[in-house]
């Protein structure tokens, strides 16, 4: 399947340190790729335009993930979009993938199943619920590389320019439109965040911040608390 119809999003922010990983999987892929920066203070944005390959475009905005994605899909020209983490990276023919099943299927949206770059028991038990959970009730994290078409994605306001939850904001707008369609070859996700904060300290965190976002509270409250739990 042709990739040339699909643009992959990459929101950064002071990358610096893990931009060699980035940058040799950005230029590794078939397809037009913009990458935004949203404000970094490190060296992100220079050495991100310096190192990448000539079908990335790199380009920067205010800070703030869902704004930074929307930004990135407003300046890509083709009609299938995919959204990737800075530290996730697609299986090498995820770009196809995603573009095959939006090209010769029902599904406008869809996303992979998750895998993390360290093969610890905890971490793979965490995968298994997340692809799980996402097959269960239709709702999709970030990391695992949501993707749609640039019409579905205009249809459902674009991603909310809240500070946390944009992802699962967007899943239910979209689930609205249909399923997503579930790629079960994985992506890869770096395990950096749980390894230095804890396995279940994060998990514990994370299903406390949607269990208040479900039940109503305020994204900048819970951004800030976020902030300061990491």
Not at 19 to 28: A, D, I, K, M, Q
Not at 56 to 82: C, E, H, K, W, Y
Not at 97 to 118: H, M, P
Request: with cysteine; net charge positive; hydrophobic share 40%.
């Amino acid at each position: 399947m042709s990739t040339e119809q699909l643009t992959v999003v990459v929101p950064v922010l002071n990358e610096e340190r893990h931009l060699e990983s980035l940058t040799r999987h950005l230029n590794s892929l078939c397809c037009p790729v913009i990458v935004v920066d949203g404000g970094s203070t490190d060296r992100t944005y220079a050495k991100l335009r310096d190192l990448t390959a000539p079908h990335i475009t790199v380009d920067r905005t205010v800070r703030g993930r869902g704004l930074q994605m929307n930004f990135g899909a407003s300046m890509a020209r083709t009609p299938l979009l995919l959204f990737l983490h800075a530290d996730t990276l697609l299986p090498p023919e995820g770009a196809s993938l995603a573009a095959e099943v939006l090209t010769n299927s029902s599904s406008t949206w869809g996303r992979f199943d998750i895998s993390f770059d360290e093969s610890a028991i905890p971490l793979r038990t965490i995968a298994w619920f997340m692809n799980w959970r996402s097959a269960l009730t239709g709702i999709c994290t970030g990391d695992q590389a949501i993707f749609t078409t640039a019409k579905t994605f205009e249809l459902v306001g674009r991603f909310k320019q809240i500070p946390l939850m944009e992802d699962i904001e967007i899943s239910k707008q979209l689930k609205k439109i249909g399923k997503p369609a579930r790629v079960r070859v994985p992506v890869i996700t770096a395990a950096r965040r749980w390894r230095t904060n804890g396995v279940a300290r994060t998990m514990l965190t994370m299903w406390w911040l949607r269990f208040r976002y479900w039940y109503g509270a305020s994204p900048d409250l819970l951004a800030e608390y976020y902030k300061h739990a990491r």
